[in-house]
C-alpha cells in the first residue's frame, strides 16, 4: 500500500462509491443498492475503505456474531461459531488490483478481531463456479476450510482463521 494510501472508516459520503465498486464486483458478490448499503453499514461491525487521493479504491465490510444480518454464508457460521467476525465482501477498484489494498484491509481486520477478542475471522469464496483468485489469496492469509455451502446455484468454500 502507498504512502498516499489511508484506510478510515465507511461514511455514508462513500456509499455511491462503495455501491459502484460492488456493482463492478457482482459476478463474486450479492447486489447492493445504496439503500441496502445503509442497512449492513448499520449492522456492520467493521466497515472500512481505503482512499486514494480523493477517491474510495477498496472497502470491507464485515459481521460480528449476533447481527441482523441475513445472509445465508452469515447464518451458516452464527450456527457453528460463538465468536467470530464475518468478511461479507472486499472489493478493490479495478486499477488498483494487486496493489495490496485487499491485503491490508485484511489486515487491519484481523487486527480489529484481536483488539476486541474476537477468536475467529471467517468468510467465503465460490468454489462453483470457482473463483481461484480467491482461493489463492485466503490459502496464503491462513484461512483454511471449515465446511461447504450450497445455495442460489453457487457452492462456496467456508473458510476461517484463528486470530
Known sequence: ???TSLIRDARPVDFPAIAALNAEAERFLSPMAEARLERLHGWAAYHRVIERGAAVAAFLL???????YDSPNYRWFSERYTSFVYID???VAPA???SGLATALYLDLFAFA????????????DVEPPNEV???FHERLGFREVGRHSYNAKRVSMQA???
Open 161 to 163: 482463521s484463528p486470530c
Open 114 to 125: 484481536r483488539k476486541n477478542g474476537v477468536a475467529t475471522v471467517a468468510c467465503e469464496f
Open 134 to 136: 480467491s482461493r489463492r
Open 62 to 68: 464485515a459481521f460480528r456474531e449476533g447481527a441482523g
Open 89 to 91: 465482501r472486499v472489493v
Open 96 to 98: 488498483h488490483r494487486g
Open 1 to 3: 500500500m502507498s504512502a
